[in-house]
């Protein structure tokens, strides 16, 4: 079991930056390979980014490439998001997860078994 609480969102204009973390709670956090995923409002739930559970491969949706970076500290048993030249369509609830198959990572909802209750970002233009 583990549970996730994420953190840093909150209102920015656009080209500002934002870092929202993860705190996952459990022993067995540096297996889990982790997602960032976000709901803008009357829009499905997207991929945005995630990395394997050893922190050695990342990806990104395309929309966020070049902007946006995940990174991860298992001692802290958090993972990060730093979002560079935001944009007012990356307006959304940002929601991370965690994906058992730690060596890999996927861009598939169905793949993370936990999930946060999400942290909003709004983005002002």
């Known amino acids: 079991q583990v549970q996730l609480v994420e953190s840093g969102g909150g209102l920015v204009q656009a080209g500002g930056s934002l870092r929202l973390s993860c705190a996952a709670s459990?022993?067995?956090?540096?297996?889990?390979?982790m997602g960032w995923f976000r709901q803008a409002p009357g829009k499905e739930r997207e991929f945005v980014a995630a990395i394997t559970s050893s922190g050695g491969y990342t990806g990104y949706a395309d929309s966020v490439k070049g902007r946006f970076t995940i990174s991860r500290d298992n001692a802290k048993n958090t993972v990060y998001l730093q979002m560079n030249s935001l944009k007012p369509e990356d307006t959304a609830v940002y929601y991370c997860a965690a994906d058992p198959r730690g060596r890999v990572y996927s861009t598939r909802m169905s793949a993370f078994d936990y999930w946060g209750q999400g942290t909003q970002v709004t983005v002002s233009s």
């Open positions: 459990g022993r067995t956090f540096s297996g889990y390979a």
